[in-house]
């Protein structure tokens, strides 16, 4: 039988399990945690060298298994004042040593970081006076040259050519009290032009959105006391409405996957209990490209936090999920109690194993998951998670 028609089988098979196991949940049914995962779990602790502050790793780009560009984070002391400082930071060896990206340092403001491939790629950086300074890299970051031109905070590269983004617009408050106007930015040649399209007023001041191809793509926020979901088939050009009547109050959007144009979850924060300053998760997910919403009932998912999904390829999808916090309001959790919950067959079952760290990201690469992460003290480290 022709390879294509085999995965074309499978993956049939697949959406059958997980269209049983939404039926299942809805009557009841639940899953058990499994302390033997069929995925190797591997991490690298990492160090900060001659670095100025402590920082922590936020949003990484990994362009190769051993170059990869992160956010680094540092966090006034309790009770301190302010909103942090961030930085550029660069590893070369997989994690274990990172750097500070010369005149990438800045308070409060992020700098952005975009590659088209390993060697060819971007970072937007601000002045003191909150003024963008762009600067583009041929060599793997070995130089960087000055350009001219802007791009949307943190651009996603679909590909060499179509890449797309959120730009901010702040203005005078609106009559619902809204400060902010987002708009869709994308390009279809590399960077040097840009189209904007106008994200549906009914998706909030922040709304998260992804894509999956350059014409195909979501934007998911909470309204309404329920979620709301809009789809875009044309880049962004026009948008369909869907709406998911969510228990519990949800407060925001914290994660949105799609694994294909059908397929896709999303995790939404809700308040433990009013007037207390604790939250926890739910998890949807949706087999008609968000038109409709399933609650996952698992067990996975039933108690405490969820706080990323994704999926390197139909065959592995991971979560990671802590208990809930130690206290009302304290927002602390034993790190005993964090684990990855893992599903081989698109999201039909989830089971979970222990792991010793939070994980902040993930990205697919070769089929693999890498993802950044904090251990003790704020120390970075990289784990790779890879199907056996």
Request: glycine letters at 12%.
């Amino acid at each position: 039988m022709e390879p294509m028609v085999l995965a074309e089988m499978r993956r049939i098979v697949a959406r059958v399990l997980l269209v049983g196991a939404i039926l299942s949940l809805q009557a009841g049914g639940q899953e058990s945690s499994n302390a033997n995962p069929p995925v190797e779990l591997s991490w690298v602790k990492g160090k900060c060298l001659r670095c100025t502050s402590p920082w922590t790793l936020g949003s990484t780009l990994f362009t190769s298994r051993s170059e990869a560009w992160a956010i680094g984070e540092a966090w006034p002391p309790p009770g301190g004042q302010g909103i942090g400082e961030r930085v550029l930071l660069h590893t070369s060896d997989g994690g274990r040593g990172w750097r500070e990206v010369p005149r990438t340092q800045h308070y409060a403001m992020s700098p952005s970081v975009a590659f088209v491939d390993p060697m060819y790629g971007w970072i937007e950086t601000y002045t003191v006076l909150g003024d963008s300074l762009l600067f583009e890299t041929r060599n793997a970051g070995r130089g960087w040259k000055k350009i001219d031109g802007l791009f949307p905070a943190f651009p996603t590269v679909l590909d060499p050519l179509h890449w797309w983004g959120i730009e901010s617009t702040s203005h005078a408050p609106s009559a619902d009290g809204r400060f902010w106007t987002r708009t869709l930015v994308r390009t279809a040649d590399g960077g040097h032009t840009w189209s904007k399209f106008a994200i549906p007023y009914d998706a909030g001041e922040f709304p998260t959105v992804k894509f999956r191809s350059a014409d195909v793509g979501w934007a998911a926020n909470v309204a309404g006391g329920g979620i709301v979901v809009f789809r875009t088939t044309d880049g962004g050009k026009t948008w369909q409405k869907s709406t998911t009547a969510a228990p519990n109050h949800p407060t925001s959007i914290r994660d949105l996957f799609f694994l294909d144009r059908d397929y896709g979850w999303l995790v939404a924060d809700y308040n433990l209990k009013e007037g207390i300053n604790g939250s926890g998760t739910l998890v949807f997910a949706t087999i008609d490209g968000g038109k409709t919403w399933t609650r996952q009932m698992n067990d996975a998912f039933q108690s405490g936090f969820t706080w990323l999904i994704t999926f390197s390829s139909e065959h592995l999808g991971i979560a990671f999920v802590t208990a809930p916090p130690l206290s009302p309001g304290s927002g602390e959790t034993a790190l005993s109690n964090l684990a990855l919950a893992y599903t081989l067959d698109m999201g039909a079952h989830w089971r979970k194993v222990t792991v010793p760290d939070w994980v902040y990201g993930c990205q697919a690469f070769e089929r693999d998951l890498l993802c950044s992460a904090n251990g003790k003290g704020s120390r970075p480290r990289v784990l790779t998670i890879h199907a056996k």
